[in-house]
């Protein structure tokens, strides 16, 4: 066997460094960058770098697999047609140039979007980072310095626009937090949870030390992605997209959202009609075809003729039976409980009420659950019902000073109906219907009957409590409560502050009333027997074997006269405890590397409970 040489095999065969790329594909540095982010290919990290450690290496499949990329000719036209005007204008013959320009070779990125994401689920799977980079272009200046095109922040912000609307009539969001950064939320579509970024409305400065040119190839791609993704969940609705919407998209965007919204709430309640209409013909038809049938005599005839000879048959047996003299009498005792009377027969079935039901109904009806904390009675499991009735019947303002678009995106997804003080409103300040009017200032000095004034964080709180917490900590020139992330999960030995005990408290509350609106509620005596403890059943099993020792010596007492000494006279070895035992097994079949280990998560584990306890005791001083 022939020993391969040096640089025919393993890693220097498999690994081409970027150098070696650039110059098989025969590019630029910054088109190869473009085309890797544009198909997803990413540097590798080989067990052995032949070239030397500090080089960027790549897999001779992925090179390959550009090579067969149709963009890359693409890429190659629009250097070339770079060059003609850079050629033009160096010959100062501005009118070529500007007719050169216009003649840019165009490409669209929709094969590489189906190539990448086969469908729609894993479209949505990867959603998380082209949402956040849409946001955030859709609140970026244009800027010619930075290379920041117009067109590509007025697409951004329709697109964010869209997904806003989308969430809105669907009501599928889950999650919202505020932080220093932005507004996080999480949606649920199709059983995929979506997570993104919406930064704050405030005037961004763009820093220097960013490379807005990768950040814009994302977005292009992004932005492909989400114009593919928004066409198939507005086809499933019926909509066409993109919409179309007559208003122009105000400073807010809650305009475009609440008819972009209201036309998907349209189409879905046109389909129900369609399909009820539907339904009813079907009835319709079925209903004219026995009609027919019953017009037609003959038919009549052969149905009778059918019905006789059921009855015949039945008539057998009857007979038979009663010949049969080896059947057994029926007792007239319980021939009273257990014979049917005939006059019960016409009395209908759902008339029919039990005991148990007649004793609830004499001490009263079952109580409604509480509206104001649940805002309305849904099935528990339901959790699109829960949320998109949260806020239902809840009338909103929103002051000039809040967020209007994000308040407007929780409100409007958890039921809710928005005012704001401004052009397209549905209703104005002083209108009488408002329920909550929400402000970021101290409390206005006229009073309106019927209104509660609340902070935005009221909002945020309830939607993620799945409940109307109380209003009153949420007043305006207070310090609210502290604002908890539902992101995070507390875990064992974490310390829980007390204003999510107690929004703990209100959501079994809300459970509650929720099992009782929908007929679930069950009483503590039903709910189940609990487990037998351990130590009961040991104590059981030691009564049952001094019973049948005590049982054993008698009868042998009876047989031969003679007094037998028990068992159970004597003291019982106590049951012994396994605990120890099994952590000093433990310890003895541990080696030393994994014993290091266990012994260090346990001096972590003791590190969090004493951190747990300094912040309860700091908590209580404080209280």
């Not at 290496?57 to 067969?68: P, Q, T």
Request: include cysteine; charged fraction near 35%.
């Amino acid at each position: 066997m022939l020993k391969k040489k040096k640089g025919k095999a393993g890693n220097a065969v498999q690994y081409v460094t970027r150098n070696q790329a650039i110059k098989k594909l025969q590019l630029k540095i910054s088109e190869f960058r473009r085309l890797c982010i544009l198909k997803g290919i990413h540097p590798r990290e080989p067990k052995k770098k032949v070239q030397g450690a500090h080089k960027t290496y790549y897999h001779v499949k992925d090179i390959a697999f550009l090579l067969h990329e149709p963009l890359l000719d693409k890429i190659r036209e629009i250097a070339a047609h770079e060059k003609k005007i850079k050629r033009a204008l160096a010959k100062k013959n501005r009118p070529l140039a500007a007719k050169i320009s216009s003649r840019r070779p165009e490409y669209r990125l929709d094969h590489l979007v189906k190539e990448r994401y086969p469908s729609l689920v894993d479209a949505l799977r990867d959603l998380d980072d082209p949402l956040a980079m849409v946001h955030l272009f859709a609140v970026l200046p244009a800027d010619q310095t930075k290379g920041i095109p117009p067109d590509r922040v007025q697409l951004a912000r329709r697109l964010a626009l869209e997904w806003q609307a989308y969430i809105v009539a669907s009501h599928s969001l889950r999650k919202s937090f505020v932080s220093v950064k932005g507004f996080y939320y999480q949606a649920e579509i199709k059983g995929q949870e979506i997570t993104w970024m919406v930064p704050h409305q405030v005037s961004q400065v763009l820093p220097a030390d960013v490379d807005f040119k990768v950040m814009l190839t994302f977005l292009e791609f992004y932005q492909s992605t989400l114009q593919f993704v928004m066409f198939s969940l507005y086809n499933e609705m019926g909509i066409q997209y993109p919409p179309n919407v007559d208003d122009a998209v105000d400073s807010a965007g809650i305009l475009y959202i609440g008819n972009t919204s209201k036309m998907i709430e349209e189409v879905k309640s046109d389909r129900d009609t369609q399909a009820k209409v539907k339904e009813m013909s079907e009835k319709i038809t079925r209903l004219e075809d026995d009609i027919k049938e019953l017009d037609n005599p003959s038919v009549v005839a052969e149905e009778e003729e059918e019905e006789d000879d059921e009855e015949e048959q039945e008539d057998d047996v009857v007979i038979l039976a009663d010949d049969d003299d080896d059947l057994p009498e029926i007792d007239d005792d319980n021939s009273d409980g257990d014979a049917s009377d005939p006059d019960d027969e016409d009395i209908p079935v759902h008339k029919a009420v039990s005991d148990d039901e007649e004793n609830d109904n004499e001490n009263g009806p079952v109580p409604a659950p509480d509206v104001a904390l649940v805002g309305g009675a849904v099935d528990v499991a339901d959790e699109d019902g829960i949320c998109s009735t949260l806020f239902k019947g809840l009338k909103f303002f929103l002051g000039r000073e809040v967020p209007r678009e994000q308040l407007s995106l929780v409100i409007q997804s958890f039921g809710g109906v928005v005012g704001w003080d401004g052009e397209g409103s549905p209703y104005d300040e002083m209108d009488k219907r408002i329920t909550h009017h929400i402000i970021d200032r101290p409390k206005p000095l006229i009073k309106h009957e019927n209104r509660i004034f609340v902070q935005p964080q009221w909002v945020f709180d309830s939607a993620n409590a799945r409940v109307l917490v109380n209003t009153t900590k949420y007043s305006p020139g207070i310090v609210p409560p502290p604002h908890l992330s539902p992101f995070i999960q507390a875990e064992e030995d974490d310390h829980i502050p007390e204003y999510a005990k107690e929004i703990q408290e209100l959501k079994d509350a809300a459970q509650r009333f929720r099992l009782k609106a929908a007929g679930e509620a069950v009483d503590e005596e039903f709910r189940g027997t609990a487990q037998p403890d351990a130590k009961t059943e040991e104590a059981t099993l030691a009564d049952l074997e001094q019973q049948r020792e005590e049982e054993l010596a008698k009868e042998i007492k009876e047989a031969t006269g003679k007094d037998v000494k028990t068992v159970s006279g004597k003291k019982r070895r106590q049951p012994v405890e396994e605990k120890d035992d099994e952590e000093a097994m433990k310890d003895i079949m541990m080696t030393r590397k994994v014993k290091k280990a266990y012994q260090r998560a346990m001096k972590e584990k003791a590190a969090k409970r004493a951190k747990t306890a300094r912040l309860a005791k700091k908590a209580a001083a404080i209280k």
